[in-house]
């Protein structure tokens, strides 16, 4: 017979199967936090005091999600909330949930991990550590929503804040003391900025940091400010062409310097300009003007990868050498 009690939500019978889950809170107010998932123990997710998870902001109904594990697995229910329940970046009205998933819930994304059963944690104890997690946030002046890029890939972060049509600025750093702003309006993303380099265009700034794999990231509220070359992308276009485009820079990047690597026209200047189209002439131009291959991919208006495919060609022609 099963004693647990149904207020605390105790661990399962031993007679019932060893294999145990939990909701680990990877980003937002409660980043850190653990709630367990047990057997036929609901979970009932709101901003309502009275529920089993207790998610205390304004994007979260007061009765907003039900999780629930049975025969048939790990099922997540949206319950009519206001701004909705996403799992993987889709939203949902009601989705079975797997080891490795994520669920965007508020500003909260929680990843359904295996858990230790053996720990015996009860749903009653996990939200009151909930509480604890998000008064210790609080003191700490953290970002309402922030997280690892390990963690969250940026390309599944995108997905989220533009399914769930998110405004403010995603900030990311990485280990190379680099910073890179993502602007979002209603989940489109409208400027990007690496460093707050000039030289970068939007959309090519939203490319390179898709190769950014490890650091951190923090969404930061709006800004107001009007930039002069903003765009009007939706997420999905982004990462189509971005990902297409890093797998073909990834080919190039073997044939080509590093990026610190100087550069220069050919002296003599054997090849004859003539056989050059005028936008390989550009990237000529520029390789005379700045010098190292990371100037000319910034400075050419053409995106990394045509700016690379010509930079290959102009080396293998020996129009330009390294010095």
């Not at 690892?148 to 995603?170: I, M, R």
Request: charged content about 25%; glycine content about 8%.
């Amino acid at each position: 017979m099963d004693t647990s009690s149904p207020k605390t939500g105790a661990p399962p019978a031993s007679g019932q199967p060893k294999r145990a889950y939990a909701l680990r809170f990877i980003s937002g107010k409660y980043q850190g936090g653990e709630f367990p998932i047990y057997p036929d123990k609901p979970i009932i997710v709101g901003r309502s005091s009275d529920l089993d998870m207790v998610l205390v902001e304004d994007m979260v109904s007061r009765k907003h999600a039900r999780i629930a594990m049975g025969g048939e697995g790990i099922l997540i229910e949206d319950l009519g909330s206001t701004n909705g329940t996403f799992v993987n970046g889709e939203k949902v009205k009601k989705a079975k949930l797997k080891e490795g998933d994520r669920v965007l819930i508020g500003t909260s994304i929680l990843k359904v991990v295996a858990a230790d059963q053996a720990a015996g944690v009860v749903q009653g104890d996990a939200k009151a550590n909930l509480e604890n997690v998000a008064a210790a946030r609080r003191t700490s002046q953290v970002r309402t929503m922030s997280g690892s890029l390990q963690e969250v890939p940026l390309p599944d972060l995108l997905q989220l804040f533009g399914t769930s049509k998110k405004s403010g600025v995603l900030v990311l750093r990485t280990d190379e003391q680099d910073v890179g702003k993502i602007f979002l309006r209603k989940g489109n993303i409208y400027f990007a900025s690496i460093n707050d380099n000039d030289d970068v265009p939007p959309v090519k700034a939203c490319y390179r940091m898709l190769t950014w794999e490890a650091g951190s990231f923090d969404l930061d509220p709006p800004d107001d400010r009007q930039f002069p070359d903003e765009v009007d992308l939706t997420v999905a276009e982004v990462l189509m062409e971005g990902m297409r485009q890093l797998d073909e820079f990834n080919r190039l990047k073997s044939m080509l310097p590093a990026l610190n690597a100087r550069l220069g026209v050919a002296s003599p200047l054997i090849p004859p300009l003539r056989d050059l189209a005028l936008e390989e002439l550009d990237v000529l131009q520029m390789v005379h003007n700045y010098g190292s291959l990371g100037s000319v991919l910034n400075k050419s208006l053409a995106s990394d990868l045509q700016t690379a495919t010509i930079l290959q060609k102009l080396l293998k022609a020996n129009y330009i050498e390294t010095n």
